[in-house]
């Protein structure tokens, strides 16, 4: 039985020659159900959240074209944040207004979290568990194959000429050899692409960098040349009315925290520490684990160092932005300090998780809501777009970077001086052969992967 939400996929089975229609116009109750699914399958880190949304959105659904899809991402990139979550949250507002970006980027959210209490629950409770340690087995590898993945689709359209090229070649040995910081290389590649998009523009152009619509997708609902809708338009009324909302949001949930707990209480210093935190994620989750790690391990002592690296095992093999650890810490934090008393551990760690998504995320949305008319006012300029094509560029390398980072940690997970572990070696290929060969499906891949480590690991 098919879900509405179908009705507006290209029939796969289409002749590339066949003209296409552009898509009827989406429903808000369609795009609920498609945010909802997206938050289930979100597998494999922004950038397995940013090639399943492409996917779904640019190829088969033609919600909207993918120069806007790049060029709404490439404004996510610039902010401290999820960025697939970020983009999620901007394509809901541009379709659905204000609402449509909440349920966009709360439905992103929102699974992941539930999820998260639930495996950190049997995490501290029961410990060790032959079934999770299994699934997770031979999940991470298939994370490993869906970032290269990731990364070999979106530099098969952002890099279109040697130029291009190079700025990803050059962002990859920065991160990689030199361990140059991510806003470092945002920020180079961004002046890069001003100055070159002023001295080469064309090889800075939206369509240069990004390709287009060319490659057989069809018309979308929102295409190139569709105007911004009206709630899309810069005023600053508007601006003004969405900071302070966005304060009172932050400040009165941050009231109530320290008039029940005091200033001092580990729930207002959750909340505290995770609004510092939500404002430091550029370059994605791993560039503020560290200041996490050391804010609740040394600092607070919420949780210890062990536990920290499987919280991020955790967030790495769940659906859900990988900075979604930030629930490990909150709920092990909140069930270890039994904070509403021995007999409501549980609900004690509940309600840490949750404390600190909300002050985590919040930001995410606030950026969006106030800086999309910006964006969606500098889609035809070149001194805007140029910037972002070369981060785009960047960020392929960054990508890359990450499956090298992963497939180190999979592959000799005691480091170069232990064994190599075979097994994982196995399930990566099979996964990768499942992406590249046979176009399979990341939930596909993920399922089935999950499958065969949890036998590999009952059979040992």
């Not at 600053?236 to 009315?241: D, K, T």
């Amino acid at each position: 039985m098919s879900t509405p939400i179908e009705d507006t996929v290209t029939p796969p089975d289409m002749p590339r020659d066949t003209p296409l229609a552009p898509p009827g116009p989406v429903s808000f109750r369609q795009a609920l159900w498609f945010w909802l699914k997206l938050g289930f399958i979100s597998f494999g880190g922004p950038a397995g959240q940013i090639a399943i949304m492409h996917t779904e959105l640019v190829e088969r659904r033609r919600w909207i074209s993918e120069r806007r899809f790049l060029h709404a991402l490439n404004y996510c990139m610039l902010l401290p944040g999820p960025e697939a979550q970020q983009l999620a949250t901007y394509i809901g507002w541009l379709l659905h207004r204000t609402w449509g970006g909440i349920v966009a980027g709360g439905l992103f959210v929102l699974p992941s979290l539930f999820i998260l209490i639930g495996l950190s629950w049997v995490y501290v409770a029961w410990g060790d568990v032959p079934v999770i340690a299994g699934l997770f087995y031979g999940i991470k590898p298939a994370v490993t194959a869906i970032v290269l993945h990731a990364a070999n689709r979106i530099g098969s359209r952002a890099l279109k000429n040697p130029i291009l090229w190079s700025i990803a070649a050059a962002a990859f040995v920065a991160i990689f050899a030199l361990g140059w910081p991510f806003p470092l290389i945002v920020a180079i590649a961004a002046l890069v692409g001003f100055a070159g998009g002023q001295r080469w523009p064309r090889y800075f152009h939206v369509g240069a960098g990004h390709g287009s619509n060319s490659q057989g997708y069809g018309p979308a609902l929102i295409d190139d040349a569709t105007p911004s809708p009206a709630h899309a338009r810069f005023r600053w009324r508007r601006l003004a009315g969405i900071v302070a909302i966005g304060v009172a949001l932050w400040a009165a949930p941050m009231a109530v925290l320290a008039a029940i707990y005091g200033w001092q209480g580990a729930y207002t210093q959750m909340g505290w520490f995770f609004t510092k935190a939500a404002y430091l994620t550029f370059g994605g989750a791993y560039a503020v684990l560290p200041y996490i790690y050391q804010g609740a391990v040394d600092h607070y002592g919420w949780l210890a160092p062990i536990q920290m690296i499987d919280g991020l095992a955790l967030g790495e093999t769940t659906p859900g932005p990988l900075i979604m650890v930030v629930a490990f810490v909150g709920f092990v934090g909140g069930y270890a300090h039994s904070l509403l008393g021995p007999e409501q551990m549980f609900l004690s760690g509940a309600l840490a998780a949750a404390i600190v998504t909300w002050f985590t995320f919040l930001p995410s949305f606030l950026f969006i809501f106030a800086g999309g008319p910006l964006v969606e006012a500098t889609k035809e300029d070149l001194k805007f777009t140029a910037p972002l094509t070369a981060i785009t560029a960047a960020v392929v390398g960054v990508i890359l970077n990450l499956a090298v980072f992963f497939g180190y940690h999979v592959l000799w997970p005691k480091g170069l001086a232990g064994p190599f572990d075979w097994g994982s070696a196995l399930i990566a290929l099979g996964a990768a052969a499942a992406l590249f060969r046979f176009k399979r499906g990341v939930i596909e891949v993920i399922t089935a992967c999950a499958g065969v480590g949890l036998l590999l690991k009952l059979a040992l």
